[in-house]
């Protein structure tokens, strides 16, 4: 009976540290995806109009 609990504990533990990995990665893929945006927007439209 102990041992299950410590197995539904350890589950849960590698389940949560997974949904914050996961929240890291797509969290980079926006600050990448903004930052070519903002580049975009502010380096080659003016460039392209000048």
Known sequence: ???HKEIERT???SNSSQVA???I???A???IF???LW???SYLIPMIRG
Request: no cysteine; hydrophobic share 50%.
């Open 29 to 31: 893929y926006l600050i």
């Open 11 to 13: 589950e849960r533990k």
């Open 1 to 3: 009976m102990d041992e």
């Open 34 to 36: 903004f930052g070519i």
């Open 39 to 41: 580049f975009i927007i």
């Open 21 to 23: 990995s996961t929240f």
């Open 25 to 27: 990665k797509y969290a």
